[in-house]
């Protein structure tokens, strides 16, 4: 079975600077991209950043040059440092993997259980 594992998550000063993890468990032939995905109230689920298996990263308009997605591959897991924190970067945070089974086959796309991350001023 395959788990994806947040940590990091909770209140926050606004300005502040916290670093989510999340680590990919299981039969794992290989992961492709990881990402973080966010969604705040009554608004529809947003990518946050990505990361592919290579090292290329994308980001959302919104966060580019306050945050930084990175990954370990020898320990399957993805980081998503946040510098700078605003109001608006309030919401449920999700991490995202897709990857190989050691059956191979499919791509599969799995998900985090979301870690919260409030924003205070």
């Known amino acids: 079975q395959v788990q994806l594992v947040e940590s990091g998550g909770g209140l926050v000063q606004a300005g502040g600077s916290p670093r989510l993890s999340c680590a990919a468990s299981g039969s794992i032939f290989s992961i492709n991209t990881m990402g973080w995905y966010r969604q705040a109230p009554g608004k529809q689920r947003e990518l946050v950043a990505a990361?592919?298996?290579?090292?290329?990263?994308n980001y959302a308009d919104s966060v580019k040059g306050r945050f930084t997605i990175s990954r370990d591959n020898a320990k399957n897991t993805v980081y998503l440092q946040m510098n700078s924190l605003k109001s608006e970067d309030t919401a449920v945070y999700y991490c995202?993997?897709?990857?190989?089974?050691?059956?191979?086959?499919?791509?599969?796309?799995?998900w985090g259980q979301g870690t919260q991350v409030t924003v205070s001023s």
């Open positions: 995202n993997a897709h990857l190989l089974l050691q059956l191979g086959g499919y791509e599969y796309e799995y």
């Open positions: 990361i592919t298996s290579g090292g290329r990263r």
